[in-house]
């Protein structure tokens, strides 16, 4: 369950880069 929750938290943060690549997080 914990490593399904990591794996979709880290999903979302590649999500996040590619549509915000400006971000320095």
């Known amino acids: 369950f914990i ?3 990591n794996r979709t938290i880290y999903f979302d943060h590649q999500m996040n880069n590619l549509f915000r ?5």
Do not use: R, T
């Open 3 to 5: 490593m399904a929750i």
């Open 21 to 25: 690549p400006s971000n320095p997080q």
